[in-house]
């Protein structure tokens, strides 16, 4: 399974809200390579580590992709690009956000690439949207499930899921 996740705390237009530019983004994945199995719902959630910044729209995508790692994680920061995202300050605000965050339970760690993604366990924004839609997936590295996972995050981390 080939688990993508989506945020934005800011909109990129023509998008108005930061939730109409994560749903751009997500029918846009078809154009890099990807198709969507499956998609959480939309999550509102506090930004982390806490700052003053606009609150997120996040979710998580299953795809299915013939694109190796690497290639597939570069046409996700090409997207981000194209959704005017700009690299600088770690933990900004931004327009989009995409992550890898599981390849088929591929560990990998490179300096360009690490896999799983290196905090998703310590995430409710990216493992609640998890748990709706891959309830029984396993953390490559630490054998858990995202059920475990969540049991063990500390307090904190405001997330709702935002009607559809």
């Excluded at 959630?45 to 609150?55: E, F, G, K, L, N």
């Excluded at 046409?75 to 995409?98: H, I, M, P, S």
């Excluded at 905090?119 to 748990?131: A, D, G, M, N, T």
Aim: hydrophobic share 45%.
């Amino acid at each position: 399974m080939i688990l993508v996740g989506i945020g934005s705390n800011l909109a990129h237009a023509p998008a108005a809200t930061p939730r109409h530019t994560v749903e751009a983004a997500l029918a846009a994945l078809s154009g890099v390579g990807v198709r969507i199995i499956a998609r959480s719902g939309w999550y509102l959630s506090a930004p982390v580590p806490a700052s003053d910044q606009p609150w997120f729209v996040n979710g998580v995508a299953a795809v299915a992709s013939d694109l190796a790692p690497p290639v597939l994680l570069d046409q996700l920061l090409a997207l981000e690009a194209e959704f005017g995202r700009t690299r600088g300050v770690a933990n900004a605000a931004r327009t989009l956000d995409l992550d890898l965050l599981d390849h088929d339970s591929l560990l990998c760690e490179t300096p360009a690439l690490t896999l799983p993604h290196p905090r998703l366990h310590q995430r409710r924004f990216v493992l609640e949207p998890l748990r709706e839609i891959a309830p029984g997936w396993r953390h490559p590295r630490l054998r858990l499930t995202v059920a475990e996972l969540l049991d063990r995050l500390p307090p904190g981390q405001e997330v709702s899921r935002l009607a559809e």
